[in-house]
């Protein structure tokens, strides 16, 4: 339960238009989806927890790495020009939380954030392709923003200030509610949510 300050509109998607660009702020790795996956993969490693991932470090110690948060960034875009029209985190359901509004839209996404490599990891260790990974863990998008075009310098430069890695990822088309990744082949529809 919440509320909305005075002064203020919630923000819920519903004026979502073609146009529109997507933004995506850089997860620092699992945050708060996927833990029993994690659980299961490190269960079934000889080493478990101490497994080494490419980098040296261990499965247990990249699980471990802090949830990066969005509330300053949340702030201070809300106390900015910018008129943000959807807020979400990227958490369980990983890039179908692009499309939790429920508008008739289309979401294209051009610019692929970094997967941090703990999710590359669980990602090959449970066999997911695509598809799967990236509607299933965050890929390295922990928070999606929506803006008008005229809006996205605003909106980066307010990332940026609050220490947060932005990208702008892609638009809102005319279409169907679906969400698609051309680079993977991915296309997920409204009833995949």
């Known amino acids: 339960i ?10 819920f998607g519903e ?8 933004i995506l702020l850089a997860s620092s790795g699992l945050h708060a989806n996927g833990a ?3 659980r299961r993969v490190a269960s079934q490693l000889p080493e478990g927890l101490l497994t080494e991932l490419p980098s040296g470090r261990t499965l247990g110690d990249a699980l471990l790495d802090p949830t990066l ?9 809300l106390a900015s020009p910018v008129v943000p029209k959807f807020l979400n985190g990227i958490t369980g359901h990983g ?6 509004a429920g508008v008739p839209a289309r979401y294209e996404i051009t610019s692929l954030p970094r997967v941090p490599e703990v999710l590359r990891y669980l990602a090959d260790a449970l066999h997911m392709g695509p598809s799967e990974a990236y509607s299933t863990l965050n890929m390295g998008a922990g928070y999606v923003v929506i803006v008008a075009p005229q809006d996205v310098d605003d909106t980066m430069e307010v990332a940026r200030a609050t ?3 932005a990208l702008v990822a892609g638009e809102v088309v005319d279409g169907p509610r679906s969400l698609v990744i051309p680079s993977l082949d991915v ?3 409204d009833d995949d949510f």
């Open 95 to 100: 890039f179908l939380k692009i499309m939790r």
């Open 36 to 38: 029993s996956l994690a």
């Open 163 to 165: 220490g947060h890695l």
């Open 15 to 22: 004026n979502i238009t073609a146009g529109d660009q997507i």
């Open 187 to 189: 296309e997920y529809r």
């Open 69 to 77: 948060l969005y509330a300053a960034f949340v702030r201070e875009l």
């Open 2 to 11: 919440g509320r909305v300050p005075a002064g203020r509109q919630p923000v």
